[in-house]
C-alpha cells in the first residue's frame, strides 16, 4: 500500500559531503515536493517539480539542487552539507492538477554533523 | 508568497468534548485548503480538504469551514477520542503548491 517511498529512513552525514536523497512515487502523479519540518517552523517547500525534467525553487532553495529524470523519482541534492540543513526531510507527491492533496514518505531524518 | 497563520499552537481537550484550530491566510488567489493530521514519528496525512468554491465541509466527526472574504478556515473535530491526538497542519495552495500552517498539537485526554 506504501505509495511515496523515501529510500532512507535516518542518514548522518559529515560536513562539506554531498547528500542526495531519493523519492519515488508509484501512484503516476505530476507534481512532486520536497519539504523540511523542523519543530516550530512547520513544513517549508524546498524545490517541486510539476513534470519530467521541470523544476521550481520553493520557499528555502539555497544550499539545495533537485533532480527530477523520470516521472516517479525526484531526488533532493544538498551540494555541500551544513550542519543548518540538519531536519527531517519529507517527500510529497499529488496528482496533476491545481486542487489535489499531497501523498507523503515517511521522511528522512538527516543528521549533518 | 503565501502566509500562513495557524492557531493555538497548542490544544488540550477531555475526550467527548470538541476542538477547533483555526488558520489564516493571506494570498487570495489561494484556491484549495487541506488539513492533515501527523501522529507521532509518522507521516502527515491528509484527513478533510475543502475548495474555494465550498464554504463547509463534513465527514464524520470532522468538519472544515472556509470564509474566503476573510481569508480564514478552520478545523472542527467532534465527540474527541484519544486517537485523535496528534499534530495538525493546515496548508493554503496555489497552483498546486501547498504553503503549511506551523501546526497544532492536540492533546486528548481520557
Known amino acids: 500500500d506504501v505509495k511515496v517511498t523515501q529510500s532512507s529512513r535516518y542518514l548522518v552525514k559529515r560536513t562539506g559531503e554531498k547528500v542526495f536523497l531519493e523519492c519515488v512515487q508509484d501512484?503516476?502523479?505530476?507534481?512532486m515536493f520536497w519539504y523540511r519540518q523542523d519543530p516550530g517552523l512547520g513544513l517549508r517547500l524546498i524545490y517541486f517539480s510539476y513534470d519530467v525534467k521541470m523544476k521550481e525553487k520553493g520557499d528555502i532553495p539555497e544550499g539545495y539542487s533537485v533532480s527530477r529524470e523520470k516521472k516517479e523519482r525526484f531526488s533532493l541534492i544538498l551540494e555541500s552539507a551544513s550542519t543548518n540543513q540538519t531536519s527531517m526531510y519529507l517527500c510529497?507527491?499529488?496528482?496533476?492538477?491545481?486542487?489535489?492533496?499531497?501523498?507523503f514518505g515517511s521522511g528522512t531524518r538527516l543528521t549533518v554533523v | 508568497g503565501e502566509n500562513v497563520e495557524q492557531h493555538p499552537s497548542t490544544l488540550s481537550v477531555q475526550e467527548g468534548d470538541s476542538a477547533v484550530i483555526k488558520c489564516t491566510y493571506s494570498?487570495?488567489?489561494?484556491?484549495?485548503f487541506p488539513w492533515y493530521k501527523q501522529e507521532l514519528g509518522k507521516r502527515p496525512q491528509l484527513i478533510i480538504d475543502i475548495r474555494s468554491n465550498v464554504g463547509e465541509k463534513k465527514d464524520q466527526r470532522i468538519a472544515v469551514t472556509l470564509n474566503k472574504t476573510a481569508k480564514h478556515f478552520s478545523l472542527h473535530i467532534t465527540e474527541t477520542q484519544p486517537e485523535d491526538s496528534a499534530v495538525y497542519f493546515c496548508?493554503?495552495?496555489?497552483?498546486?503548491?501547498?504553503?503549511f500552517g506551523d501546526g497544532t498539537t492536540l492533546t486528548v485526554k481520557p
Open positions: 496548508a493554503a495552495t496555489n497552483a498546486g503548491k501547498s504553503t
Open positions: 510529497a507527491s499529488s496528482r496533476g492538477g491545481l486542487v489535489y492533496g499531497y501523498t
Open positions: 494570498d487570495s488567489a489561494s484556491n484549495y
Open positions: 501512484m503516476d502523479h505530476e507534481n
